[in-house]
């Protein structure tokens, strides 16, 4: 199992574990660029942190999640994903989506989400 791998499944695992925002600090680097689908990357480690903090904040019950294939090639992991959860003022929602992540230096240095979007 190369290092990325290694990593990635335990950044996953973290996820799964409920500890997402505690992987986010332990394998995101401080210049970590992210993004949505298209949208417009945000960079660096506080402004996706608050990012995050503010999604996770925004879900009022968190039914489960699990996690599909993974690949890594190169520098550079996929992991599917369903989501299950309830946000605060809205309906409980099934979500799918894919994570691109380039790790360097034991860290993701970049990470984009695709998705559809209802």
């Known amino acids: 199992m190369s290092d990325i791998q290694t990593l990635d499944q335990q ?19 401080d210049d970590v660029v992210m993004q949505e689908n298209n949208g417009e990357a945000r960079v660096g480690k506080a402004v996706n942190r608050a990012y995050e903090e503010q999604f996770f ?7 489960g999640a699990s996690l599909g294939p993974v690949a890594v090639a190169g520098d550079t992991s996929y992991s599917e994903w369903t989501w299950d959860v309830t946000f605060k003022g809205g309906g409980r929602v099934s979500m799918n989506q894919v994570a691109q992540r380039q790790w360097k ?14």
Request: hydrophobic share 45%.
């Open 57 to 63: 904040g925004s879900i009022e019950a968190f039914h």
């Open 11 to 29: 950044l996953n695992q973290q996820i799964l574990a409920g500890q997402a925002l505690d992987a986010f600090e332990r394998f995101y680097a």
């Open 105 to 118: 230096d034991g860290q993701v240095v970049k990470e984009r989400f695709f998705y559809n979007q209802a």
